[in-house]
Structure formats: structure tokens, C-alpha cells
């Protein structure tokens, strides 16, 4: 079992930036691809970026190019660089993590979840 817990979310206005932090605990010696998804109010929940566990990252068309996932496999930790936020970024992020290498932009394809963290970007 890997236990996941997300951390950095908040209020910030539109142009600001956010950092979230996601730290995996338990069974962290599998190789594990990780990935950042949301869900906003009414909406389903929608994939925002993924990296490999050899790094290689994924992102949504609507965050390329101002958001930027990393992770720091010596602390088992995965974060989100989040610039030029918008109000339609406002929702619960989650972080998830997957018995697999390779990443999936699928939530059904992830295994273990966050408890969510939200962010809400104000106009």
C-alpha cells in the first residue's frame, strides 16, 4: 500500500503562482508513476499532468506551458509548479500514483489517491 498525502494548495489571484506538494509513504520501493488530476465543482474529475518514474512528464493541453510537474525520487515526493494561474484552475487537486512505470492520463489507471488540496484562483 502507498498512502498519499498533498500539500501547498490555496487562494491566489489570477497571474499568481502555486506549489503543490504531493509525499508518498508505505510501500514507496515499487516504481511508481505518479500523476496531478482535479475536479472543480459539478465537472468530472480531468487529468492535469503525469511523469514516469524515469521522469518523463505528460501534461493537459490547458495547462502546457504554465504548469510544471517534477518529482524527487530520494524523498518520495511529486510536485506541481503551477504560474499564470487562472480562475478556471480553481478546483480539489488530487495527486495519484500507479503500480507502473509508464504513465496514464486515465484515473481509472491510478491505484492510490490524496485526499485532494484545494486551489482557488480568484479574478
Known amino acids: 500500500q502507498v498512502q498519499l498525502g498533498e500539500s501547498g494548495g490555496g487562494l491566489v489571484q489570477a497571474g499568481g503562482s502555486l506549489r503543490l506538494s504531493c509525499a508518498a509513504s508505505?510501500?514507496?520501493?515499487?516504481?511508481?508513476?505518479m500523476g496531478w488530476f482535479r475536479q472543480a465543482p459539478g465537472k468530472e474529475r480531468e487529468f492535469v499532468a503525469a511523469i514516469s518514474w524515469s521522469g518523463d512528464t505528460y501534461y493537459a493541453d490547458s495547462v502546457k506551458g504554465r504548469f510544471t510537474i517534477s518529482r524527487d525520487n530520494s524523498k518520495d515526493t511529486m510536485y506541481l509548479q503551477m504560474n499564470s494561474l487562472k480562475p478556471e484552475d480553481t478546483a480539489v487537486y488530487y495527486c495519484?500514483?500507479?503500480?507502473?512505470?509508464?504513465?496514464?492520463?486515465?484515473?481509472?489507471?491510478?491505484?492510490?489517491w490524496g485526499q485532494g488540496t484545494q486551489v482557488t484562483v480568484s479574478s
Open positions: 508505505g510501500r514507496t520501493s515499487s516504481r511508481h508513476a
Open positions: 495519484a500514483a500507479r503500480t507502473y512505470a509508464l504513465v496514464t492520463t486515465t484515473p481509472a489507471g491510478y491505484d492510490y
